[in-house]
C-alpha cells in the first residue's frame, strides 16, 4: 500500500484502518512544509476510499490511478496561498451550488 510513500507510520496505520473498516472521514486538512508528501498523502488516502479491490489502495485500477492523480470530481484540494486556513475559506471551496 505505502511503498511509495517513506516514513510517517501514524499517517500509514490510519489510513489502513480507514481502509480495513471502509469508513473514511468527510475531510482531512494536511498541513506542513513545501514538499513533504502533502499532496501525495491525499491521493493515498483518496486512492484508498474509492479503490475496487479488496486490498485498498491497489494503485492499479481505473479509480485509484485517478485519485492518486487527484483527477476524480469528488476530490478537492486546496492550497492556499497565505499561511492562514480559516474555516470560512473551507466553507467556501467546499459548497455545492
Given at each position: 500500500m505505502f511503498?511509495?510513500?517513506a516514513g510517517n507510520e501514524y499517517f500509514k496505520n490510519a489510513v489502513k484502518k480507514m481502509a480495513?473498516?471502509?469508513?473514511f472521514v468527510h475531510s482531512i486538512i494536511l498541513e506542513g512544509p513545501?514538499?513533504?508528501g502533502k499532496h501525495k498523502a491525499a491521493g493515498i488516502i483518496s486512492a484508498a476510499a474509492v479503490c475496487e479491490e479488496?486490498?485498498?489502495?491497489?494503485?492499479?485500477c481505473r479509480k485509484c490511478r485517478l485519485a492518486m492523480s487527484l483527477s476524480l470530481a469528488d476530490i478537492s484540494?486546496?492550497?492556499p496561498e497565505?499561511?492562514?486556513f480559516s474555516i470560512k475559506t473551507v466553507r467556501e471551496k467546499i459548497r455545492v451550488d
Open positions: 511503498e511509495n510513500f480495513e473498516s471502509e469508513r513545501d514538499g513533504i479488496n486490498n485498498p489502495p491497489c494503485e492499479k484540494v486546496y492550497s497565505k499561511t492562514v
